[in-house]
Nanobody, 119 residues
Framework: VQLVESGGGLVQTGGSLRLSCAAS????????MGWYRQAPGKQRELVAE?????????NYADAAKGRFTISRDGFNIAVNLQMTSLKPEDSAVYYC????????????WGQGTQVTVSP
């Protein structure tokens, strides 16, 4: 199973972007799904995630609160990140991920999509 991302690009400060990520096949035992980002010279950091029983709990990094919204497609294994009021410090490669537990623990990562916010 692969995670396929789309939606990155170049946007001006204050603009919006929507990132999407879809699994290429079935994944059983979903535990969490979300987005990380990594800027040059920095560690990968959590941006937002959906987790908990029934995947009903959302968590956001402080930098994302009030500006980003994570959502999932209830019919497909897909997760989206709507980003508004973008700032230059949001520039990074964004990675979607899915964690599943089905007898074993499985971590799936997308290939990454570049988001660049110009001043």
């Amino acid at each position: 199973v692969q995670l396929v991302e789309s939606g990155g690009g170049l946007v001006q400060t204050g603009g919006s972007l929507r990132l999407s990520c879809a699994a290429s096949g079935n994944i059983f035992g979903l535990k969490s799904m979300g987005w990380y980002r990594q800027a040059p010279g920095k560690q990968r950091e959590l941006v937002a995630e959906i987790t908990g029983a029934g995947l009903s709990t959302t968590n956001y990094a402080d930098a994302a609160k009030g500006r980003f919204t994570i959502s999932r497609d209830g019919f497909n294994i897909a997760v989206n990140l709507q980003m508004t009021s973008l700032k230059p410090e949001d520039s990074a490669v964004y990675y979607c991920y899915i964690n599943a537990q089905w007898g074993m623990n499985y971590d799936y990562w997308g290939q990454g999509t570049q988001v660049t916010v110009s001043p």
